[in-house]
């Protein structure tokens, strides 16, 4: 009993850990650029291809096609900033959904166009393989997926903490206005923030490669728990999403073990129901807005 | 129900069409018409081809289930051309059948409206489709209330009550799950069996059928729990299944869930024997992504590219067109493209009520129209065929043997 625990425990955590890089970069956009980013999870489907291309086409590991997708991403994230977002920023907030939600279904169904719907996979020597602990099992793919998705995190929180660009941004998500009176260019903290969230979502996708299918609406089924992850951690905290993110996918788990195998999502979201009622400005506590 | 539908590119490529398929139809019935009175006698001319006969095509080519549905245009395609070449319906005045597509975007709104707009649209004789049972139940409503025949892979028992316009010449969902219990059979003295499946109309009917029939073919269930389709990770799955005691798993589902669910129950190091059933098992892509993981998998299927002759005549063909082996619902469907053509024939009319007159009576035991596993089709008065049951297979070296029942085995199965 106690390993079945344990071992939902260890799933959820590994599986919390990709949802946290695909929220991170929400809470990022959000934070700072003050836009809903609908289009996260298409990005991380990006990442998926970007990966999945290298692998096929080169035999580059997806670990490895990181370091190609998330400069790549980053790129698209400071072009798309500069050529549309900066376009629609204003007191307005229905252009940015609508451009966001636009952008989400363009590049869906540009994927459907270029890639089909089929399902693609690659075949890594660790994709099959686990470390057995006891009873316990830690599958390889995903351990490494956790592993640098929480050092991707923690460079994240070192970079908005201990560099003058990062402190902008910080200060730019605090208070726009004072920020730039304090001789912040608005428009290059955004263009970083957007091309770091971006990059984050490129990361999601490599890293989830060796042991996900690769398909045009993968996005949609990550963003929506990277959505909730936003909401239960406080909106634009990264430290908030990251709790969240693994504690959902530990709740997710749990609820499929011992509630129903269809019931994960349904504690999922009876627990943002839950925060939301009593704890409205999220798990977080202080708004961090 | 209207026939509006929204806007959309394949609307509008669609309804240009369409004026030009009216005029040519006028211009030939005219011409006919001329030539008959000018003492040429009913009988049409050679080159002069009879009026085409419309048959309905309802598959999902873009969404969630395209890539199956992309293949079944492919076949639909392949069997349309294979009667046309051989003169097409003969009683018609060797008629062409000309297959009308449309995608019902793997979605269950624009699957009734597709439906909806097809039949309004379109003169058809029948229609074929749409394999997922989600999307053939909504579409099968339709056609009932239109009164146009619609022959389909799809095996929920559900399409078998109170229809009189559907045909299923392959078998039912409950059919599949006595084969899928018989197999366990082969492989464990005394399975344990634990049934994991999709929370959709195919996984619920098909795992119903599984706990119903369980008990008297002597399997005993240990778990049975359905999933959300679409999941982002098996392990807490998996974990559950490893915790029954289970020593066979029944995975229904489609098939992205199905390659977490075999890859985890490896890194588990869970040693069941796994029966995929049908759905997402029984496709080339299934291999493609599992890869050697999946040799010594089962499964059920409504048909199979290795069951007999004609079956690999048309194997053959496919895979030189797409590259790929003929899967199930595309092979399925190039029999039942042959069923209508052979209604077609003996109802010498192309009025889809006549053309249901002529399915009921169906009964074919050679020929591709009889390609089915037992090689026999014939409907009975809820449209099911009388003959039909599924085909046991096995993932061996790449390809997918049919290893059950005995009388249908193209190859031992293999114990792993």
Redesign the interface.
Known sequence: MLE?VV??VI??L??GG?YALVSIGVTLIFGVVKIVNFAQGEFVMIGMYISFFLATQFGIDPLLSLVVSMPTLFVLGVLIQHFLIRRVLGPNDMPQIFLTFALSLLLLNLA?LLF??????V?TSY????I?LGGL?I?VA?LIAFVVAMALSGLLWLFLHTTDLGRAMRAASQNRDVATLMGINPNRVFAVAFGAALALAGAAGSLLMP???A?P?VGQ??VL?AFVAVVLGTLGNVVGALVASLMMGVA???G??FV???S??IVVFAMLLLTLAFKPSGLGGRRAR | MTNERPQSVVASRKAAEKPRRHSRRQFLKTTGTALAAAGFGAVPLRGWAADPVNIGALYPT??????IG?GCVAAAKLAVEMINDAGGIKSLGGAKLNLILSDVQSDTTVTRTETDRLISGNKLSAIHGCFASALTLIASEVCERAKVPIITGSSSDQLNKGRTYTFTPFARASQFARAQLQMSKLVADQPKVAV?FE?TAFGTSTSNGLKELAPGEGVEIVMF????A????A???I??VK?SGANTLFSVSY??DL??IV??V????LNVAINGGSGGFVIP?FY????K?ADGLQGVAHWNHDMDDNAQKVNAEYKKRTGEFLFEYAGGLVAQTFMIADALERAASPDPQKVREALSTLDVSSGYAAMAPGGKVKFGPDGKNVYGRPVGVQWQNGDLASVFPKEDARAPLIKS
Do not use: C, W
């Not at chain 1, 089909?116 to 996979?121: D, I, K, L």
């Not at chain 2, 490896?266 to 190091?269: D, L, T």
């Open positions: 079945t071992q939902a799933n959820g590994l599986i990709i459907l089909s719907a089929n399902y693609r996979t075949h994709s099959d393989e686990a057995h099992y599958p995903k042991f996900y299918s398909y609406f089924v990550f728990m997710e788990s749990l499929i073990q129903g195998a269809d994960g999502l | 873009t969404g969630s289930m395209a890539q992309v994991i929370n729990e359905p999933y959300s679409g999941f982002t990770d392990s807490p799955l974990n559950k915790a098939l992205n390659i977490l890859r985890t490896r890194q588990v190091g892509d493609k992504n599992v890869g993981l």
